[in-house]
């Protein structure tokens, strides 16, 4: 009998798990509550070494790099337009796959169109009201009273997941980090291609990358004070650009020029703080990719793809749903609670006084041990063995 999978969500964590899935025999429907899941809002993202390799082990990577910035070098910039730093790869990381920067529309288009090809059904504007659990299969029910009957309900459904609740009640609510991210894309001739961007302030960071006819696609982190969540709409696209402009547009700096210049600025997003979750499965349900481990901080996409990569191995090869869930909690707790550590780490260091020091004082540093050395367990990380590739 064909094992029946439900994935709640299509972002990217749950179209890549049913590309996986789908593509192993497992019968995969996927429900996302929004229309159009892919959107036209979420700015670009990073997609680093460990992330390609986990689109590449499931033959995702080539449609991918069709729509992306292939980027081989990363500048350092504080706020005054000061170059802290070249970075690029070295070592044995020089023959891993490049970085690649994306639309994530685009990204999540393509994986929700590979999902398809598989045999995998995507329905939208499908809510999930609950689930049940039984030793035998999982229904779930949809707003619209709709109930389907599955062997495994996996929650893909991001920070807010309604089916990590459903697996535990005390799942506390995630906490607003005090900041949003706001992208563009502007016109802005001779910035090269290939190159990403990333500018450090007191406060926040912003990025940005070209495309070779000119195009730059960036986003910025801007602090929002005492605001929570709610009263964040409140504010016009007009007060945004102000924040923006007293953050990252002072003096004559790339930044300053791709703020004004810009036609209409994307929605802003809350950022929200890095989580440990205590529970990730129960019975026959289990949560990946921010559902289960609220990164941020750029890492939580490369995460993402790999729980869906390592989820669908899991339920692949070992009979026994609850088991198979218990293998991937089991091989992806590690190495999610590291990242989590150091988004941590590095939300701390951020509101550090003196911050514009330590960024001349440290960026030599940064280039040498942490580029090369010690962000290998996170760049060098074959998904297929589970382990770090030396370096």
């Known amino acids: 009998m064909t094992l029946r ?87 044995r990381l020089a023959n891993r796959p490049m970085n690649l ?30 689930a049940t659990s039984s030793t035998g299969g999982v229904t779930a029910q949809f707003i619209d009273g709709a109930r389907v009957e599955c062997d495994v309900l996996v929650g893909a459904d991001g920070t807010h997941s309604r089916v990590r609740r459903v697996i535990s009640n005390a799942a506390p609510p995630p906490e607003y980090g005090g900041h949003c991210a706001i992208d563009g894309v502007t016109r802005l001739p001779g910035i090269a291609a290939g190159t990403l961007h990333l500018v450090v302030s007191r406060q926040g960071c912003f990025q940005y990358t070209a495309k070779p006819d000119g ?61 440990r979750l205590a529970h990730w499965r129960r019975g026959r349900m289990v949560v990946l990719g921010d559902a289960a481990h609220p990164v941020g901080y750029g890492l939580g996409a490369g995460l993402a793809l790999e729980d869906a990569v390592v989820l669908g191995r899991c339920l692949r090869d070992i009979d026994d749903v609850p088991m198979a869930l218990a293998a991937y909690e089991s091989m992806r707790r590690s190495r999610t609670e590291r990242a989590l550590r150091a988004g941590t780490r590095y ?45």
Request: proline share 4%; net charge positive.
């Open 5 to 91: 999978a439900t994935i709640v969500g299509a972002g990217l964590a749950g179209s890549l798990t049913a590309v996986a899935l789908a593509r192993s025999g497992v019968g995969t429907s996927v429900y996302e509550a929004y229309l159009d899941p892919a959107g036209t809002t979420g700015g670009f993202l990073n997609l680093t070494a460990n992330a390609l390799g986990a689109l590449h082990s499931v033959g995702c990577l080539e449609q991918i790099q069709a729509r992306g910035i292939v980027v081989n070098r990363l500048c350092l910039w504080n706020g005054e337009g000061r170059l802290l730093g070249r970075l690029s790869r070295a070592g």
């Open 101 to 130: 920067s994306i639309m994530r529309g685009d990204l999540v288009s393509v994986l929700r169109d590979e999902a398809v090809r598989a045999g995998a059904e995507v329905h939208t504007g499908r809510w999930l009201a609950g």
């Open 215 to 275: 195009t730059v696609w960036w986003n910025a982190l801007v602090p929002t004070g005492d605001l929570d969540p709610a009263e964040l709409a409140g504010i016009s696209e007009q007060g945004w650009r102000s924040r923006l402009s007293a953050q990252y547009g002072q003096g004559d700096t790339p930044c300053a020029a791709l703020i004004a210049q810009c036609a209409t600025l994307g929605r802003p997003a809350p950022l929200y703080l890095p989580q």
């Open 347 to 391: 939300g701390r260091f951020r509101n550090l006084p003196g911050r514009g020091w330590l960024d001349v004082a440290l960026a030599p540093l940064y280039r040498r041990y942490f580029w090369g050395g010690a962000s290998s367990w996170l760049l060098a990380y074959d998904v297929e063995w589970h382990r770090q590739v030396r370096v």
